[in-house]
């Protein structure tokens, strides 16, 4: 039987600003990264989604981003590998001691935005998280987000990583992702058809049709999306007509 998690970033509203369907979407994942404060999120908003996740027993991780929220944390910075690793581990520790407090601990670790792209471009800024993230808690699950990042973290014996792969946007051919600046609706049956795809082959459709290779344990469903709920819902469906089981990331590695 095919195992798979469905992770979701989440807790990115702040102030008077609300992003996400986080309430609608938490009953239909395992895993959600909630943004740490820097790109988004803010100290109310980081209890209140470390609290809904702990109703629906959903596993907590950390999306850290770069300080900069106005440009939600996707715009390019110029900073060292040991400014990147701080940068981590501050937003580990704020999310840890919510987490503390609803009984409950950050089980994984999902860089957001230019800070991921920083780290599949740069080695030496990804080995700088991944030592930050194992002198915090070497039980932690590092959620690699292409392929660049998850080869770097089988250099580390001690670390967990899961490669994650997407259903809700599309492949190019390099298995890099057409990220759209405002996701587009996508026909429902064509998000479950790449969830089943990836979920059972590990292989998935690119924009050209051409059949690529993506060994993803965890699907990442964009909450803040036009059709989420709808997309998860039909996931949901699937999992029972296929006889996928979803499981949380401590169950895959």
């Given at each position: 039987m095919a195992r798979i998690d469905i992770n979701c970033d989440m807790g990115e509203s702040f102030g008077n600003y609300t992003m996400g369907r986080d309430g609608e979407v938490m009953p239909y994942i395992t895993s959600a990264?909630?943004?740490?404060?820097?790109?988004?999120?803010?100290?109310?908003?980081?209890?209140?989604?470390?609290?809904?996740a702990a109703e629906h027993d959903v596993g907590v991780g950390v999306h850290p981003g770069l300080p900069d929220m106005m440009g939600f944390g996707r715009r390019t910075m110029d900073a060292t590998p040991e400014e990147v690793r701080d940068y981590v581990v501050y937003q580990l520790g704020a999310l840890d001691a919510f987490a503390a407090r609803h009984g409950t601990s950050v089980q994984h670790v999902k860089p957001h935005g230019a800070m991921y792209s920083m780290l599949s471009q740069s080695e030496d800024h990804a080995r700088a998280v991944m030592e930050g993230i194992l002198e915090v808690d070497p039980d932690l699950i590092y959620l690699a987000t292409d392929m660049h990042i998850y080869e770097v973290a089988q250099e580390f014996d001690d670390l967990r990583a899961?490669?994650?792969?997407?259903?809700?946007?599309?492949?190019?051919?390099?298995?890099?992702?057409?990220?759209?600046?405002?996701?587009?609706?996508?026909p429902p049956e064509e998000v479950v058809e790449r969830f089943v795809s990836i979920a059972t082959e590990g292989t998935v459709e690119t924009a050209t049709g051409e059949t690529i290779e993506v060994p993803a344990e965890s699907i990442c469903v964009h909450g803040d999306g036009p059709n989420a709920v709808e997309y998860l819902e039909a996931i949901h469906e699937a999992v029972d007509e296929y006889g996928i089981e979803l499981v949380g990331l401590d169950d895959l590695v």
């Open positions: 990264n909630i943004a740490g404060g820097f790109h988004a999120g803010d100290p109310h908003v980081m209890r209140e989604t470390v609290e809904l899961v490669f994650e792969g997407y259903v809700d946007i599309l492949y190019r051919e390099d298995r890099s992702l057409i990220v759209e600046k405002q996701m587009e609706p996508k």
